[in-house]
């Protein structure tokens, strides 16, 4: 009986497996990979004649370069800093553009900032010099008061 209950546990088991839906790779992906395979071969074979041309033309230029060497060192050298010449020339000089672009705009915003300032500036100026002159005003008279009581 027992076997009987182990072969038929077995029976669910293989009966279990069998009911599964197994799904295969989707019709799109099947579709992409056989549109993509061709696509990625081709670009590994241009990937391959770039490299074997990359080493024919070093094997071939290799020589003419040992044998160039003292004009082509110096000739490259020349090249390379006149390049970075330039190219510093033209950053200085746009930075220096800038930079009076800035200090101009600067002081165009100060100049139309100024005259309201200069109002208010010359406003403030008369206002303390009539302060001034009533506390002048008051002082004298009191400076008057009393040497008058003090005669």
């Known amino acids: 009986m027992a076997d009987h209950h182990h072969h038929r546990t077995h029976q669910v088991q293989v009966h279990g497996l069998k009911g599964q839906h197994q799904q295969g790779p989707s019709a799109s992906k099947v579709l992409a990979l056989l549109t993509m395979l061709p696509v990625g071969g081709g670009f590994l074979a241009l990937a391959g004649i770039t490299l074997v041309g990359t080493l024919i033309g070093a094997a071939v230029t290799t020589p003419l370069f040992i044998l160039f060497s003292p004009v082509l060192v110096p000739a490259s050298l020349v090249i390379c800093l006149a ?45 303390m010099a009539g302060y001034v002159g009533q506390k002048t005003k008051e002082v004298g008279q009191e400076i008057q008061r009393k040497a008058h009581d003090g005669k």
Do not use: C, H, N
């Open 83 to 127: 390049v970075t010449s330039f190219l510093a020339s033209g950053t200085f000089g746009l930075t220096g553009i800038w930079s009076l672009s800035w200090v101009g705009s600067y002081i165009q915003e100060a100049t139309q900032a100024m005259p309201e300032s200069l109002d208010q500036a010359k406003s403030r100026m008369q206002d």
